[in-house]
């Protein structure tokens, strides 16, 4: 038996601008780290089908490599890829002129592996809003 976190955030900035964030590693590498004391180092992040991913997650004494291949990619609708043995799926809908993004991250092994997602994710998104707004207050 496997476990699965969702969750659903809205974040400011249309669908097609937040899927692009979460697909371009340039843009990846200023927001996506997963919390404070760790480093995200992204090798390889081909978002297309099939296409593979390498990240290199560090921090206070630990690190550790993920690979994965995308299994989806519908701008600016779906992305999903494998994690190792999990799985990441997010979709992307409009809503109230921004974007609820609603995240499935399955084939958890354990209520730890949840809560330690959880806790990646809830500090991910936020910090996803923040670029948007500090994204779109430069561009205007």
């Given at each position: 038996?496997?476990?699965?976190?969702?969750?659903?955030?809205w974040v400011p900035a249309?669908?097609?601008?937040?899927?692009?964030?979460?697909?371009?590693?340039?843009?990846?590498?200023?927001?996506?780290?997963?919390?404070?004391?760790?480093?995200?180092?992204?090798?390889?992040?081909?978002?297309?089908?099939?296409?593979?991913?390498?990240?290199?997650?560090?921090?206070?004494?630990?690190?550790?490599?993920?690979?994965?291949?995308?299994?989806?990619?519908?701008?600016?609708?779906?992305?999903?890829?494998?994690?190792?043995?999990?799985?990441?799926?997010?979709?992307?809908?409009?809503?109230?002129?921004?974007?609820?993004?609603?995240?499935?991250h399955q084939r958890l092994?354990?209520?730890?592996?949840?809560?330690?997602?959880?806790g990646g994710w809830t500090?991910?998104?936020?910090?996803?809003?923040?670029?948007?707004?500090?994204?779109?207050?430069?561009?205007?």
């Open positions: 038996m496997t476990l699965d976190l969702r969750l659903e955030r249309k669908p097609a601008r937040v899927f692009d964030a979460f697909t371009d590693i340039d843009e990846l590498r200023s927001w996506f780290t997963c919390d404070p004391s760790s480093t995200w180092t992204f090798h390889t992040w081909d978002a297309t089908v099939g296409g593979q991913l390498q990240v290199t997650i560090s921090g206070d004494g630990y690190a550790m490599e993920v690979h994965g291949r995308f299994v989806t990619v519908e701008r600016p609708n779906r992305l999903a890829y494998d994690w190792d043995d999990e799985l990441v799926a997010l979709d992307f809908r409009p809503q109230d002129g921004g974007t609820l993004i609603v995240l499935h092994a354990t209520d730890t592996d949840v809560q330690i997602r959880n500090h991910n998104l936020g910090s996803l809003a923040g670029h948007l707004t500090t994204a779109k207050e430069t561009r205007t």
